[in-house]
């Protein structure tokens, strides 16, 4: 098998993410259509297969519509369809990249080293992506809007041609002209690396000069800020924090014309959609932690090679003040040895001539050291640098992965909300055919004095009291201590027990823990006490105690 050929036309892949961001007219970290299109045509015009990978949040934003690449239009009508491919919200584009590039032996059209990517890689999938790396990886310019490939990467190609697997890899390995083009990939690698960081500072200042000038042209009001709102310097406007999530009344409206076994279906399926997005949240924020870990990680390596710096740079300044005093005294000893040979005293001239060698010496010695510090200074600055971008790697990676969370979450948030409509409707429907009421069940069968016109039966300890929470704790039986040496968290949350007409149960407590796993379990606690008390419906309410409620206040 021949590993690459110069007439070999390898499939292409664009970093759409990359190739948008480096274009020259971008002037935001969203990037720029324009800067896909035009690569595209390059490479198709050159007679490769390509495929522009790009992230669907790049093309269509729904909480923030203008939050997208730019020349969208453009975008779409030069590059067809079938050659783009649209990694969702969730997924990670590098992955989706490389392991379709790999699988086809294309090349990456990107400025991205992939140094993120491999840290995580071991064993053979890791020789894998480090043989691909070698010929896969493609960087690029732009030049007055014209897309540049690295002009080295052709060159490469040539020098690799021709080498076949069957041949012996110590001698293919040990080829001078193999040896060379490593040697320039590692120059190119450092120069690519060089130009994006640079490109990344520019579009950083550009866009703190962008914000700076909306600033200058919407300035914020002095004072607090409106509950749940932040100032938007774009539209001078203040604006919701966070978008609401919860159901407005055209979709409760549409809920209701549900029937109602319609509507417990649907609580079902949206139960599961619950667990489906709490997991996942779960998961990523797990590998969200992994990462802080590790960029944490690189940033105390990176903090200690510093402090090393500059112990080093102290040492090798001490050590050039010592040879600039050597030298000094080296030249005192060069005109006492003149002074010496003119005198003519041949035993003077030998003491002098040994001084002078003495003092040469030492100079010579001083240097070395020096020399030897600063070298070492270089070096460990060198590794500093790299550390530094894996930092950053790692930080970004740190975010997509929380973008990610973050949509699980409202996902998570949305099915909630839905679901607690639809178990108020749900409840208020059943509420039309009651039959047995549990406050006149209870005040008869503990002979309760009170009026229930009056509040209903309010209780925080006695006979009823215990009898709701013994229910309430078989609804909860799951939660029981495995050891028994624990008391239920029902018997530790303050729970106070308002039981009104028509089967209407409120649930207080002071702890907000206790009163999320009623919400999350509200329709076995339902169903536990219908079925117990033989009841057709039951509403359920849950609050926190007015004591809590009141001491948040103040």
């Known amino acids: 098998m021949v590993i690459l050929s110069k007439n070999t036309k390898r499939k292409v892949v664009l970093d759409c993410a990359n190739v948008a961001c480096h274009f020259l007219q971008n002037i935001n970290s969203l990037g720029d259509g324009l800067g896909a299109v035009e690569a595209y045509k390059y490479w198709k015009n050159e007679g490769h297969d390509v495929k522009v990978f790009v992230l669907q949040r790049k093309l269509r934003n729904l909480r923030d519509p203008d939050h997208v690449m730019a020349n969208i239009e453009t975008f ?21 990249m490389l392991s379709w590039a790999m699988s086809k032996n294309a090349i990456i059209v990107t400025n991205d080293l992939f140094r993120d990517h491999r840290l995580k890689l071991k064993g053979n999938k890791l020789k894998e992506f480090d043989k691909w790396y070698k010929n896969g990886r493609c960087g690029f310019i732009f030049v007055d809007d014209e897309f540049i490939p690295n002009p080295q990467f052709e060159d490469k190609l040539e020098i690799v041609q021709g080498i076949d697997s069957d041949e012996p890899a110590e001698k293919s390995q040990s080829s001078p002209t193999v040896a060379a083009a490593k040697k320039a990939e590692e120059k190119l690698n450092k120069a690519e690396a060089a130009e994006a960081k640079k490109l990344a500072k520019a579009e950083k200042k550009a866009e703190r000069e962008a914000l700076a000038a909306l600033k200058a042209q919407n300035p914020r009001p002095k004072g607090r800020a409106p509950k749940g709102k932040t100032w938007s310097y774009e539209d001078g406007e203040w604006i919701e924090k966070h978008p609401s999530l919860r159901l407005d009344d055209e979709e409760v409206e549409s ?11 649907l609580v079902k399926e949206l139960d599961q959609l619950l667990k489906e997005s709490k997991n996942r949240r779960n998961e990523v924020n797990s590998k969200v932690k992994e990462e802080v870990k590790l960029r944490n990680s690189i940033n105390a390596q990176a903090k200690e090679h510093i402090i090393e710096v500059k112990k080093l740079k102290e040492e090798r300044n001490k050590l050039n003040q010592l040879v600039k005093k050597s030298k000094a005294d080296r ?21 002098v001539e040994k001084k002078q060698e003495e003092s040469h010496k030492k100079v010579m010695s001083s240097v070395k050291k020096a020399q030897q510090k600063h070298d070492k200074m270089i070096e460990i600055s060198a590794q500093v640098d790299e550390l530094r971008d894996e930092g950053n790697n790692a930080q970004q990676s740190k975010q997509r992965l929380t973008e990610e969370s973050n949509e699980f979450h409202k996902k998570y948030l949305e099915s909630l909300y839905k679901k607690f409509a639809l178990m108020d409707l749900i409840e208020s429907e059943q509420a039309s055919t ?12 503990y002979d309760y004095r009170r009026d229930l016109s009056k509040g209903g039966i309010n209780v925080i300890d006695g006979p009823i009291f215990s009898e709701l929470n013994t229910t309430l704790k078989e609804a909860l039986s799951e939660f029981n201590s495995k050891t028994g040496r624990r008391k239920h968290m029902a018997d530790r949350a303050n729970v106070r027990y308002i039981v ?23 329709i076995q606690i339902i169903e536990t006490f219908v ?14 105690s007015k004591e809590e409620r009141e001491a948040k206040k103040n």
Do not use: C, M, W
Request: hydrophobic content about 30%.
């Open 434 to 445: 009651v039959k047995i009421d549990l406050a006149n069940l209870l005040k008869k069968r």
């Open 500 to 522: 009104r007409s028509n089967n209407r149960l409120q649930i207080s407590a002071k702890e907000g823990f206790f009163l999320g796993f009623v919400r999350e379990n509200r």
């Open 76 to 96: 779409e009508s030069e590059i067809p369809q079938k050659d783009r491919v649209i990694i969702p919200v969730s997924g990670d584009d590098d992955a989706y």
């Open 255 to 265: 809920l209701s014309r549900l029937k109602l076994s319609q509507k417990l279906q």
């Open 531 to 544: 079925n117990k008390y033989k009841l057709d419906s039951l509403r359920l309410r849950i609050h926190k």
């Open 331 to 351: 030249k005192e000893i060069d005109g006492e040895l003149r002074r010496t040979r003119i005198e003519g005293n041949p035993k003077d001239i030998k003491k």
